[in-house]
């Protein structure tokens, strides 16, 4: 269900409908990552990640938008008060560290792991976008005040970090009828053109 066919007055979904693009990302980056770590041939090797490389980018550049579109929407639903959310996978579950694996995660390979490799491999230097950085940084700590949605029932549960920019009316309709667009066309990296709204 996405935000194309769900509508409710009083009702808000905790998932716009995200799900289907980040299905799409070839593989878990640390999935893909740790299977070509096991090839024991440095040949092997380098062939491999010539062939990863390109799928790593994207999927680095898909987690970001990903990340930066559960805030765009938690922006959203914190500006319509009152509202109950609906679908939330994460209410009632427990609450640990292992909730910041994958965001931390990816902002270590991303920092100096990806890099370090492409170059042994490859020749090659990835240049970190700092807007990433920021993105994972942020999402961190908008996870971490939520503990990770655990009790997330309604718009008004939502914490939003001091560091987030504040947005007005105007602001949260460029933010619907982007994430509305991202979700239509199935492609998460149009919300990066909204991202100094927030970021």
């Not at 970090?161 to 239509?184: F, H, M, N, R």
Request: with cysteine; net charge negative; charged share 25%.
């Amino acid at each position: 269900m996405s935000i194309l066919d769900f509508s409710n007055e009083n009702q808000m979904l905790f998932d716009p409908g995200y799900s289907a693009s980040v299905a799409r990302v070839s593989g878990n980056i640390e999935y893909m990552y740790s299977a070509f770590l096991n090839i024991p041939s440095l040949k092997q090797k380098r062939f491999q990640f010539s062939v990863l490389y390109p799928k790593i980018l994207k999927a680095i550049d898909l987690n970001a938008a990903f990340y930066l579109g559960c805030m765009l929407w938690g922006v959203y639903l914190k500006g319509n008060p009152d509202k109950e959310i609906v679908n939330n996978p994460c209410l009632n579950t427990e609450f640990n560290d292992d909730t910041f694996y994958e965001v931390d995660f990816l902002f270590d390979f991303i920092k100096e792991g990806f890099n370090r490799d492409a170059k042994y491999y490859l020749n090659k230097t990835f240049e970190i976008n700092p807007l990433y950085l920021k993105i994972l940084k942020l999402y961190r700590e908008f996870l971490s005040l939520n503990k990770g949605f655990i009790n997330t029932e309604k718009t008004n549960d939502i914490l939003l970090p001091e560091s987030l920019k504040k947005t007005d009316e105007a602001g949260l309709k460029t933010i619907y009828e982007t994430i509305l667009k991202s979700v239509k066309e199935d492609n998460l990296e149009i919300l990066f053109k909204i991202s100094n709204i927030i970021v």
